[in-house]
């Protein structure tokens, strides 16, 4: 990457030989990385500085905190700046409880699973390693079908040109076919990819903000049917499966009371513990559950759906 936006061509060393490098050529090595490291210097101030400004312009964030927060945040954040300048009145933000309990036991986490996402294979690919790959043949038998839309959709919208103007067209066309049908043919391979790396990590919350699907946005009957909109020419009815899942502590309601009532006599770094803060307080018996837990069921935590 810093070779081809930079300009820069830092040190290369393979990851079979960094161990052997290490002790027979230390000096290769810390050239090594010393050049890594000014390669994502470089990186950094031409790419990701800049990115980070932008973002602080247009979100009332300091840098910390725009990279630290998740995109729904951001994206929130983002909605409420519009809507203070335009003066759109906003729905205050759900707030969960501080303790939530599931079936008697101390609750430290829920979440709702929706939509799936699949990827072919995590992590790097080696463009000098062999992979094995299983083709789907019924694929490539429609971009073989559809060629002429791809290449005309390439050329006239991606590229702006005339179709009518490409002189070889008939033959590139060919020459995508021919490769297309080897790859239909022989769908078991055993080749070099040139995938380097695929990354699928943030396709999921992107999911849920594209169509909407936060859980606190379900409705049932009841609120549809007072609902001025509730017609059938309307879309916004997305009738989708969800599940809970949540993860608890194995204590009991019990132990949560008795280690709680225990707090009550403590003082913390010499506050007494009714005197401090209610999230602070929820975290402490939060912790002192968890560590009870550990040393009684010799388990920390318990996930359900």
């Known amino acids: ?65 725009v990279l630290r927060k998740g995109s729904g945040t951001l994206c929130e954040t983002l909605l409420m700046v519009e809507a203070y300048q335009k003066s759109i009145i906003c729905p205050n933000k759900q707030i969960d409880p501080l303790t939530k309990f599931h079936n008697g036991h ?27 790959f299983d083709l789907k043949p019924s694929a490539f038998q429609h971009l073989i079908d559809n060629i002429d839309r791809d290449l005309t959709f390439a050329i006239e919208v991606e590229s702006g040109g005339d179709r009518n103007t490409i002189t070889n067209y008939d033959t590139i ?66 009738k989708m499966d969800w599940v809970w899942r949540g993860d608890y502590t194995p204590a009991s309601k019990t132990d949560y009371l008795r280690q709680k009532e225990q707090l009550m006599r403590e003082t913390i770094d010499g506050v007494p513990f009714r005197e401090i803060d209610a999230i602070e307080q929820a975290t402490l018996i939060a912790q002192r559950v968890k560590q009870y837990a550990k040393n009684a069921y010799n388990k920390i935590k318990i996930t359900t759906e």
């Open 173 to 238: 066309r060919c020459e995508i076919v021919e490769q297309l049908e080897l790859l239909r043919d022989r769908p078991i391979r055993n080749e070099k990819p040139y995938i380097y790396h695929l990354d699928v990590g943030a396709m999921y919350p992107n999911i849920i903000l594209t169509n909407r699907l936060q859980p606190s946005a379900i409705v049932n009957d009841t609120t549809c049917a007072a609902c001025d909109f509730n017609q059938e020419s309307q879309n916004c009815k997305r």
């Open 1 to 65: 990457v810093t070779k081809y936006k930079l300009g820069y061509d830092p040190v290369e060393v393979d990851p079979e030989d960094m161990v052997r490098y290490a002790r027979d050529r230390p000096v290769h090595m810390a050239t090594y990385s010393v050049s890594d490291a000014v390669a994502t210097y470089y990186l950094y101030e031409k790419y990701v500085h800049l990115f980070i400004f932008s973002l602080c312009t247009i979100i009332p964030m300091g840098p910390e905190d």
């Open 106 to 132: 101390l609750l430290e986490s829920e979440t709702y699973i929706g939509g799936k996402v699949e990827c072919l294979e995590t992590g790097v690919y080696r463009s000098d390693i062999n992979y094995d």
